[in-house]
């Protein structure tokens, strides 16, 4: 089992940008980020391979978001520029042994507790 721990949210004004860090202790495969606004449900933002050659984004990020990560450290960031009140939400960070890109939270083994990302308008 990894243990994953989010930092790096907080408040900011819309068009801010904002840098989280996921640390994982033990070996992880592929992560992913996930979000969590209040009533919702918990919704897919972005994916790294093991090797961190590949990336993929929800629609949402694109163009605004980059995943990436560093396995000498066994951290896993995500740059956001550009956030809008829309991006409000906790912030997980979540490793999966799946050996495919996946988006489905159900399909991710270990997550962090969260972080909490507030934009404000």
């Known amino acids: 089992q990894v243990q994953l721990a989010e930092s790096g949210g907080g408040l900011v004004q819309a068009g801010g940008s904002l840098n989280l860090s996921c640390a994982a202790s033990?070996?992880?495969?592929?992560m992913g980020w996930f979000r969590q606004a209040p009533g919702k449900e918990r919704e897919f933002v972005a994916w790294?391979?093991?090797?961190?050659?590949?990336?993929y984004y929800a629609d949402s990020a694109k163009g605004r978001f980059t995943i990436s990560r560093d396995n000498a450290k066994n951290t896993v960031s995500l740059q956001m520029n550009s956030l809008n009140p829309e991006d409000t939400a906790v912030y997980l960070c979540a490793a999966t042994s799946t050996v495919v890109l996946s988006t489905k939270p159900n399909e991710y083994d270990d997550w962090g507790q969260g972080t909490q990302v507030t934009v404000s308008s």
């Open positions: 790294v391979s093991v090797s961190g050659r590949r990336t």
């Open positions: 033990g070996r992880t495969f592929n």
